[in-house]
C-alpha cells in the first residue's frame, strides 16, 4: 500500500502565494507521472499540474505562469508552488502519483486526500 499526506493549504489573500507538498511513502519502487488536480463543490476534478519522471511539465492554462509544479524523487513528494493567487484557484487541491511497487510491475494510481485553498481577502 501506499500513503500520500499533503500538507501546504489555507487561507491567502489574492496575489499571494502557498506551496502545497505531497510526499508518498509505503510500498514504493519507483514513481513515474505526479501531479496536482483540483476540485471545487459542484463540478469535475481538473488537472492543475503534472511533472513525468524525466521533468517534463504539464499545466492548464488557467496557471500557466503563475503555478509551478517540482519533485523530489530523494524524498517522494512533489510539489506546487502557487504565486499570483487569485479567488477562482480556490478549490481542494489533490495529489495523484503513479507507483511502480516493485520491479517489473505496472504502474498503479494513488491520490492524496486532498488539501483545501482559499483565496480571499
Known amino acids: 500500500q501506499v500513503q500520500l499526506v499533503e500538507s501546504g493549504g489555507g487561507l491567502v489573500q489574492p496575489v499571494g502565494s502557498l506551496r502545497l507538498s505531497c510526499a508518498a511513502s509505503?510500498?514504493?519502487?519507483?514513481?513515474?507521472?505526479m501531479g496536482w488536480y483540483r476540485q471545487v463543490p459542484g463540478k469535475q476534478r481538473e488537472l492543475a499540474a503534472t511533472?513525468?519522471?524525466?521533468?517534463?511539465?504539464n499545466y492548464a492554462d488557467s496557471v500557466k505562469g503563475r503555478f509551478t509544479i517540482s519533485r523530489d524523487n530523494a524524498k517522494k513528494t512533489v510539489y506546487l508552488e502557487m504565486n499570483n493567487l487569485k479567488p477562482e484557484d480556490t478549490a481542494v487541491y489533490y495529489c495523484?502519483?503513479?507507483?511502480?511497487?516493485?520491479?517489473?510491475?505496472?504502474?498503479?494510481?494513488?491520490w492524496g486526500q486532498g488539501t483545501q485553498v482559499t483565496v480571499s481577502s
Open positions: 509505503g510500498s514504493i519502487f519507483s514513481i513515474n507521472n
Open positions: 511533472i513525468t519522471n524525466g521533468d517534463r511539465t
Open positions: 495523484n502519483v503513479d507507483v511502480i511497487p516493485k520491479p517489473f510491475w505496472g504502474p498503479q494510481n494513488y
